[in-house]
Nanobody, 124 residues
Framework: QVQLVESGGGLVQAGGSLRLSCAVSGGTLRALTMGWFRQSPGKEREFVAAISSSGSSTPYKDSVKGRFTISRDNAKSTVSLQMNSLKFEDTAVYYC?????????????????WGQGTQVTVSS
């Protein structure tokens, strides 16, 4: 059973940076496609970024392109989301997700395993 644990969330001023990490256990990271999603109060959970099992494909939500970077370290079994130039509207609970397969997916229902989430709050 794949288990995901997020860390790195917190409070940051607008324009600042945070780096989220997702520790993967119970499975081989190189066999997994990974994704980050987020949910703001009163809104549905939405796609943020994904990375294919090879790392060669990294789709992003349009509003985070150029600001967020997803990466993976198979040797350390971790996936990271570097978030720069944060905006108030980036405030949300961020979730790490995983699925067995090679192709990066942007649809929530394609993912099988989910972390508990980490809160990111950006003050304006």
């Amino acid at each position: 059973q794949v288990q995901l644990v997020e860390s790195g969330g917190g409070l940051v001023q607008a324009g600042g940076s945070l780096r989220l990490s997702c520790a993967v256990s119970g499975g081989t990271l190189r066999a997994l496609t990974m994704g980050w999603f987020r949910q703001s109060p009163g809104k549905e959970r939405e796609f943020v970024a994904a990375i294919s099992s090879s790392g060669s494909s990294t789709p992003y939500k349009d509003s985070v392109k150029g600001r967020f970077t997803i990466s993976r370290d198979n040797a350390k079994s971790t996936v990271s989301l570097q978030m720069n130039s944060l905006k108030f509207e980036d405030t949300a609970v961020y979730y790490c997700a995983a699925r067995i397969g090679s192709l990066a997916q942007v649809v929530e229902r394609e993912y099988t395993y989910w972390g508990q989430g980490t809160q990111v709050t950006v003050s304006s």
